[in-house]
Every structure is written in structure tokens, then in C-alpha cells.
């Protein structure tokens, strides 16, 4: 149980900080306050603890420290991969991405069309994949970067990212992968899958908002996104978020050594409560694929229901969850990515998903599917 009267099923939105890791903090807003660029040792002092954490990051995905670049949060990330992809790429105006991706990436693809730039979204398949054979066919000779997210936010569907940056090599264009969703809850290895960028959100995985890094791989061009004094090794400007950068670099250890639990306990929690539920609550469907997804993610559909109205009931019972369904200008649009999935629009705005985190218990579960029934069946007599 989250909080006093909390169950919470939205850890893909955002987790609980770690105990561990807001100790770890603590002393960089009282005592080690100093400017880690400074050149005194109370600097100094600070500067070390910073290098400490970034090689802490930097492993919980097999990279070397020098290529971690710390930013603000996984947006400013996916926007500084692609900004860099582009402008040292000046000769090419296209960057190739999927349907299903995350705002930060759609927004920001729209915002670049504005500019003369060229944004081609791939199509998925009903179970969420893609077609590799079409990836590869839609990589042109000015194709700057093709940027596809690891694991979708909503479907939990994992995409086989070494397969497609390899493809992505072959035809000449740099890979960039928004691995938001992943970290903490399957091994990374940017050896192995040879991504040339990959974007990571701290709050995600136990530690604050606010703090997120970029990988870039020895060699692959950047240029910086933010814009300022040297910090970063000259890669982004803007004097370093010491607290926030000491608490990633702790909840990367602790992800480490939690990530066997995320893939049996929390795993066994989720499969438990989906499959509880697609038996017991009658004309209701997963969304997405059944096995390449992540451990702790499920994504239903309650035929003939209102997602937003079970949203809130559920929330008067101190249920957390949430729907792929955003709010524009008053009215409920279908999620991006059902859609994309070719969910028609009532599914897709029937659809609730609830992704689980280490915290979640059996007894968080046991109160979801004792309340969870006699919602839906609430909301189905007065329809």
C-alpha cells in the first residue's frame, strides 16, 4: 500500500522516492550545498559525489561514466537526442519514429515539421509491434535518426531494440531509443543493442522528478540542447542539480539490485490481478501483446464503460490508475496509441491501465479485484 488509504496502480506515471534515496540526498541540501564547478574543495567535495553517481548510471545501463550527460527529466532528453541528430546532420532533414510513441517525442516532431523538417510515423501492429521489414524500407539516404521507444508507457509492449538498431546501422541512420520505461525493470546493456542515444527519467525508478540523463555513445555526434556554462563536459549548460543527480545515482543501485524482483514477484502480482480480472469481469480484453511487455504493466478494456467514470470511482476507494486518454478543450480524446493499435474509439476510451511497482503487495492486489468488480458492474447498469 502506497500511503494512508492509497492503492496505487500508476507506477509507469511516476513511483514512491525510496527511503534510501532520499537519504542519500539529505545532506546536499543542508551541508554539501557548494557548487560542484567550483574549484575549492567544498566544490570539490561535491563535484566527487556527482562523478560517483554518474558512474552508478552509467552502469545501471553498461555505459562508460563520460557518456551519461545528466538533463532535467526523459523529455529534455528525447528532445536533446533529437536536436543533436539533426543540426551535426545538417544534409539531412528526416527523422523516421512510431505512432505509439510518447508526447515528448510527437510534440516535439510537430514542432520540428514547422521548421522544414521531415517526421515519418511508422504504423504498429494490433499487438503493438512493428514491422521491421517496413523500418528498414522507410530508412531514406537523408534520414538523420530513427527514434523508437523501448517500451510503450501504456501497452507495456517491449519493442526488440537490438534488432532495430542494428537495422537502423546498416542503413547509415543513428539510433535513438526512449528507454523511460524500461530501467529498473529489464537489464539495459547499450553494448549489446548498440543505441547511439538512449533516454532515461529518474522518477521512473524510485528517485525524484526532475533529473533524467541522456546516453550518448563514444563517437555519436551531439551537439548541446541547453545552451550555457561548461558543465556536463560541455555537453549542458546550467549548474548541476547536486541533490537530484546523488539521488538517480542511488536509485540506480538500488534498481540493480531490485530488478529480479520486478521480474518474478511483481511480475507473478500482475499476471495474478490480469488474469483475475479477465476471468472474473465479463466482456473485458487485454490491449497488446501478452508476452513481450514489460513485468508490471497492464492495459484492459471494460466493454461498454467510460474509463474517466471508473477512474474516479475508483479513486473515491483510494484506487490510483490511470487511462492513455488525455483532456483537450473539454472534451476525451481516445489514446494515441490504442488507437494506433486499431482499437476502435469506445475501447480505447473504456481502456484503464495499471502498472505495478515494487512497493505494490498482495494485499494491494486483493483490494483492486474485491472493489473492481462491483465498480464495473455499477457502471455498466447505468449505461
Not at 340 to 350: E, F, N, Q, V, Y
Amino acid at each position: 500500500m502506497a500511503g494512508d488509504n492509497i492503492y496505487y496502480f500508476d507506477n509507469n506515471a511516476t513511483t514512491r522516492i525510496a527511503e534510501e534515496v532520499i537519504e542519500s540526498m539529505m545532506p546536499f541540501f543542508t551541508d554539501l550545498w557548494g557548487n560542484a564547478s567550483a574549484a575549492y574543495r567544498f566544490g570539490t567535495d561535491v563535484s566527487r559525489s556527482i562523478r560517483y553517481a554518474r558512474a552508478k548510471v552509467a552502469e545501471l545501463v553498461a555505459a562508460e561514466p563520460e557518456e551519461i550527460i545528466f538533463t532535467s527529466c526523459g523529455t529534455e532528453s528525447n528532445n536533446a537526442a533529437w536536436q543533436g541528430a539533426l543540426f551535426t546532420q545538417p544534409g539531412k532533414k528526416h527523422i523516421l519514429t512510431t505512432a505509439v510513441e510518447h508526447s515528448a517525442n510527437m510534440k516535439f516532431g510537430d514542432h520540428l515539421k514547422k521548421r522544414g523538417y521531415e517526421v515519418t510515423s511508422l504504423p504498429v501492429e494490433s499487438d503493438g509491434s512493428i514491422d521491421l521489414h517496413l523500418l528498414e524500407k522507410s530508412i531514406r539516404p537523408d534520414t538523420a535518426l530513427v527514434s523508437i521507444m523501448w517500451a510503450n508507457n501504456e501497452t507495456g509492449v517491449v519493442l526488440p531494440i537490438e534488432e532495430i538498431a542494428a537495422i537502423a546501422r546498416s542503413r547509415g541512420a543513428l539510433f535513438h531509443t526512449d528507454a523511460v520505461q524500461v530501467a529498473g525493470k529489464m537489464n539495459i546493456d547499450v553494448r549489446l543493442t548498440r543505441v547511439d542515444y538512449l533516454s532515461l527519467s529518474a522518477h521512473k525508478l524510485h528517485a525524484p522528478k526532475g533529473i533524467g540523463c541522456l546516453f550518448v555513445r563514444k563517437g555519436a555526434p551531439f551537439t548541446p540542447y541547453v545552451v550555457g556554462g561548461g558543465q556536463e563536459r560541455g555537453c549542458r549548460g546550467g549548474t548541476e542539480n547536486v541533490p537530484y543527480i546523488v539521488g538517480f545515482g542511488r536509485a540506480a543501485e538500488l534498481a540493480m539490485a531490485s530488478i529480479t524482483e520486478e521480474n518474478t514477484r511483481v511480475r507473478d502480482l500482475r499476471d495474478r490481478m490480469e488474469n483475475t480480472i479477465l476471468d472474473t469481469i465479463p466482456r473485458t480484453s487485454r490491449n497488446g501483446a501478452r508476452a513481450s511487455r514489460l513485468p508490471n504493466t497492464s492495459n484492459l478494456a471494460f466493454h461498454g464503460v467510460e474509463a474517466e467514470a471508473l477512474l474516479l470511482m475508483l479513486d473515491r476507494a483510494g484506487i490510483c490508475a490511470a487511462t492513455g486518454s488525455a483532456c483537450k478543450t473539454g472534451s476525451i480524446e481516445p489514446s494515441h496509441v490504442l488507437t494506433a493499435m486499431g482499437l476502435r474509439s469506445d475501447l480505447a476510451k473504456a481502456s484503464m491501465r495499471l502498472s505495478l511497482g515494487i512497493y505494490n503487495t498482495h494485499e494491494d492486489v486483493d483490494f483492486l479485484l474485491e472493489k473492481l468488480p462491483e465498480i464495473i458492474s455499477k457502471l455498466r447498469d447505468e449505461e
